[in-house]
């Protein structure tokens, strides 16, 4: 499965943004998706994962503020930003793969999107 993350930008604190992920491939459906985050100087970290049926689990520290969803009939995948925190500035990827928080078990990746929160 081929993934194209996009959505990002830059936004103010408190501000919202809504990624979005396309994807290509007969086979979208049949794996979790997540989202990863990276800021400069740090290691890539777990932002949020949505299962096949729609389960999903989030970081801590986004927890309440960000919404993650799939349309497996589109084959898109989307993460709702809101309340965002100067923290949150990091490139943000998507993924496809076998699930959970260590980045090792996604096989897909998207080619990243960076957001940018101001103070």
């Known amino acids: 499965v081929q993934l194209q993350a996009s959505g990002g930008g830059l936004v103010q604190a408190g501000g919202s943004l809504r990624l979005s992920c396309a994807g290509s491939?007969?086979?979208?459906?049949?794996?979790?998706m997540g989202w990863f985050r990276q800021a400069p100087g740090k290691e890539r970290e777990f932002v949020a994962a949505i299962g096949v049926s729609g389960g999903t689990s989030y970081a801590d520290s986004v927890k309440g503020r960000f919404t993650i969803s799939r349309d497996n009939a589109q084959k898109m995948l989307y993460l709702q930003m809101n309340s965002l925190k100067p923290e949150d500035t990091a490139v943000y990827y998507c993924a496809a793969g076998s699930g959970g928080t260590n980045s090792k078990r996604y096989n897909y990746w998207g080619q990243g999107t960076q957001v940018t929160v101001s103070t």
């Open positions: 491939g007969r086979t979208f459906s049949n794996y979790i």
